[in-house]
């Protein structure tokens, strides 16, 4: 019984920090780590099928 109180003000404390963190300020292209993964998102991103499709199709590029 305790454990899933723990579990849950443990689910409640992270639940808190991410509602903070969403109301704060965006952080900027300055902050450390933002490239890094600015990149590995569109690595991840662009290497979707659909996503791939749309780009052909919106720039023209025939398969």
Do not use: W
């Amino acid at each position: 019984m305790q454990i899933n109180r723990i579990k849950r003000g443990a689910g409640l404390k992270m639940a808190k920090k991410i509602m903070n963190e969403m109301q704060q300020e965006p952080k900027g292209i300055h902050y450390p780590g933002y490239k890094r993964r600015v990149c590995r998102a569109s690595e991840i991103v662009a290497n979707q099928p659909l996503v791939q499709d749309i780009l052909s199709r919106h720039l023209g590029i025939k398969k």
